[in-house]
């Protein structure tokens, strides 16, 4: 499988053309834009919405007290109240059953987001560590500087999936 990483314009350009068959897509977006127009759709796409924060980096943007960092259903709800969402358990699951639902199918995966450049980066630094065990690949690369919280979350969720279908 091949990985590509994607920033919104980019991600628009490349669909100006038709995307190979076998090819999946997870764009990602903040709370406050728009998905990207896309004249061509690949075969599988998800779309996800959160910023590029950690918790810590809410709770502390938003002056917020420390002891919510351990209630996290109540932090997340809090949070979007600031119109400020951080990548949890749901959305790490959405995204790890699509990734496992078409990984075995797909010939190209494609992470995109703002920039492409740390929330599609992660998510592309997981896919590659669970499907080959190179994600420092991703982390080595000087144009990129992968979200650590969306990467750590995401690739527990995808190793898991990974152990109960070997298991």
């Known amino acids: ?5 994607h920033s919104f314009e980019s991600i628009q350009e490349r669909a100006k053309q038709p995307f190979d068959p076998h090819t999946a897509l997870i ?10 127009k896309l004249l061509h759709k690949p ?7 959160f910023d590029d924060i950690t918790p810590e980096e809410a709770v502390e943007r938003l002056e917020l007290s420390p002891s919510l960092l351990k209630r996290t259903s109540v932090l997340h709800l809090l949070l979007r109240n600031f119109n400020t969402y951080v990548f949890d358990d749901e959305m790490a699951e959405k995204a ?10 797909t010939d190209v995966f494609i992470c995109q987001c703002e ?3 740390s929330r599609s980066a ?5 896919i590659a560590e669970t499907f080959g065990g190179h994600g420092e690949v991703v982390f080595k690369d000087k144009y990129y ?17 990974a152990a109960e279908k070997e298991g």
């Open 1 to 5: 499988m091949r990985l590509e990483i």
């Open 27 to 36: 764009s990602i977006g903040s709370p406050d834009m728009a998905p990207p």
């Open 43 to 49: 075969e599988h796409m998800l779309r996800l919405v």
């Open 96 to 105: 790890a059953k699509f990734i496992m639902n078409y990984a075995p199918e």
């Open 115 to 117: 920039y492409g450049q």
């Open 122 to 126: 992660a998510c592309a630094a997981a």
């Open 145 to 161: 500087c992968p979200n650590r919280w969306v990467y750590q979350k995401l690739l527990a969720v995808l190793q898991n999936y």
